[in-house]
């Protein structure tokens, strides 16, 4: 079994900049694909946001092309989401997810964090 930890959401003004980072522990071994989804209040289903899959490079949604950068330390075993020029549009509840194939299909995600609310207001 796998327990993924998020940490570092939080409130910021827009144009600023947050690092989420999320801590796996458990059967590691099996994470080929790890990443963040995103969904706010209201919002029917969860966002990829970004993914990195095996040797494939960092893969990202439009709308945060330029902004966000996720990587990946394998030797700790944590993923992190670098967020610069936030909006008020990038708020919502940040989930980790992981999976042993790719978790770019939300149905095939094995392992979900609890989530950490993202805020980004004046």
């Known amino acids: 079994q796998v327990e993924l930890v998020e940490s570092g959401g939080g409130l910021v003004q827009p144009g600023g900049s947050l690092r989420l980072s999320c801590a796996a522990s458990?059967?590691?071994?099996?994470?080929?694909?790890m990443g963040w989804y995103r969904q706010g209040p209201g919002k029917p289903s969860r966002e990829l946001v970004a993914?990195?899959?095996?040797?494939?490079?960092?893969n990202y949604t439009e709308s945060v092309k330029g902004r966000f950068t996720i990587s990946r330390d394998n030797a700790e075993n944590t993923v992190y989401l670098q967020m610069n020029s936030l909006k008020p549009e990038d708020t919502d509840v940040y989930y980790c997810?992981?999976?042993?194939?790719?978790?770019?299909?939300?149905?095939?995600?094995?392992?979900w964090g609890q989530g950490t609310q993202v805020t980004v207001s004046s």
């Open positions: 997810a992981a999976d042993n194939i790719s978790i770019a299909d939300i149905t095939r995600v094995d392992y």
């Open positions: 458990g059967s590691i071994f099996t994470l080929y694909s």
């Open positions: 993914h990195i899959t095996g040797d494939e490079g960092p």
